[in-house]
């Protein structure tokens, strides 16, 4: 059947490969994920990797396409190699629920790239955030409370950062299908509006100075008045560093860890390197549109992923005054256990992990202006489980669990 056949493709493809020497309970575990995946492949593909917009199993655009294929092997590599001295966590089976914990990683992880890019219909970031009841140009540097080219490394991780390039130049690719009326998106009541112009980059030299606002009603881009992004930005003048990937990274230090990891920082040093021949710092677009290398876009959402949702570990605080609230704590791969031994009911995990996603704390929201959207988020992943065949108790149609025929 199609689980035992992706079963023997994943043992010729690591045998395939030199760096792929794992341990039996790794292997095991492949197996076992791979079995989950390949008995709900078809409904994974309709229900989580189609954008809403296109209509179509798979995106018209290569770019924007996430294919089952292409994340079933992205997840492969992330397991078998992984980066940063992080690999993707599928569990293990020396304990009870033990490949549980895998699965919902797993889970997880593709609830959030579905918010994130999927169901957007693109793999760059998609402008927004309304400014005044208009969409700037500007919001290229950044959206919704953070300024992209200014987000440097923290102590101690200096070393890893991009160089902010004024006169460097890109674009983003076409965005996919319709956008939907939502909240911020400028449009209302579900009607489908054009996508916004796609994300661009480049020194004020090309553009007189300054940029405008996109207008939904001609599908174009109103030059005169400048517009000012939520920031006060006029321009795109070195603003090449916005949302990319399945989970998007975003700004100068995202972009240059996944170049000391994964890019051509890592093959110049000396060390491992997935694409050597990338250059992260001097094109991020690289990670929505590289030719040679169309995984980028999962590679790079599960980098973020192994590095940052997985080793993340808050403290706790006290009440910041009398009658406040303290805030929990929140260990990515203890709370993770405690989801799965608690029956998959405690909804402050997916609150949580959504919160580290898209603002970097587990308790949002931490970003002064940002937008949260965490009901939409908890949605996608008990759909997610779901489909997995993990026994979620509510009303949506189910994926086939292990062991279980067609015919129910």
């Known amino acids: 059947d199609a689980a035992a056949a992706e079963m023997t493709q994943t043992q010729s493809t690591l045998k395939a490969d030199p760096r792929a020497s794992l341990d039996p309970q790794v292997l095991e575990g492949m197996y076992v994920m791979d079995a989950h995946m390949a008995a ?23 770019n924007n396409n996430y294919s089952y294929t292409s994340f079933r092997q992205s997840l492969h590599t992330m397991i078998a190699t992984g980066a940063a001295n992080q690999t993707f966590y599928i569990g293990h089976s020396s304990v009870e629920n033990g490949r549980a914990y895998g699965l919902v990683n797993i889970a997880a992880f593709l609830a959030m790239s579905v918010e994130d890019s999927i169901m957007q219909g693109s793999c760059d970031e998609v402008n927004s955030d309304l ?8 919001n290229a540097c950044g959206q919704y409370g953070r300024t992209y080219h200014e987000m440097t490394c923290p ?41 916004p112009k796609p994300f661009y980059c480049g020194p004020m030299t090309d553009y007189d100075g300054y940029t405008g606002h996109w207008d939904y009603v001609s599908s174009t881009e109103f030059v005169h008045p400048p517009a000012e992004n939520a920031m006060g930005k006029t321009n795109v003048e070195g603003c090449c560093w916005w949302g990319r990937g399945s989970i998007q990274i975003r700004g100068i230090c995202a972009y240059g860890k996944l170049n000391y990891f994964l890019g051509k920082r890592a093959a110049d040093e000396g060390r491992p390197s997935m694409y050597p021949d990338v250059d992260f710092c001097r094109d991020p677009q690289a990670v929505c549109s590289h030719d040679k290398y169309p995984d980028i876009k999962w590679i790079a959402g599960m980098f973020r992923w192994i590095t940052e949702i997985q080793t993340y570990n808050a403290e706790g605080s006290a009440a910041e005054e009398e009658g406040g609230e303290a805030v929990a704590g929140f260990n990515y791969m203890q709370r993770l256990v405690d989801f799965v031994d608690g029956g998959l009911q405690d909804w402050s995990f997916v609150h949580g992990v959504s919160g580290i996603v898209t603002q970097g704390c587990h308790d949002p929201p931490c970003i002064e202006g940002a937008e949260f959207d965490g009901a939409s988020r908890m949605k996608t992943f008990r759909k997610t489980l779901k489909l997995l065949g993990l026994a979620v108790k509510d009303s949506t149609a189910t994926g086939r669990r292990l062991g279980e025929s067609n015919n129910r």
């Open 131 to 138: 400014v005044g009841g208009k969409l700037p140009i500007s």
């Open 40 to 62: 709900n492949k078809i409904v994974l593909t309709r229900e989580l990797l189609t954008s809403p917009g296109n209509g179509r199993q798979y995106s018209s655009s290569v």
């Open 155 to 195: 102590a101690g991780e200096e070393q890893y950062v991009c160089e902010v390039d004024p006169t460097m130049r890109m674009v983003a690719n076409d965005i996919d299908g319709q956008a939907t009326g939502q909240s911020g998106s400028g449009s209302s009541g579900g009607q489908e509006v054009p996508p």
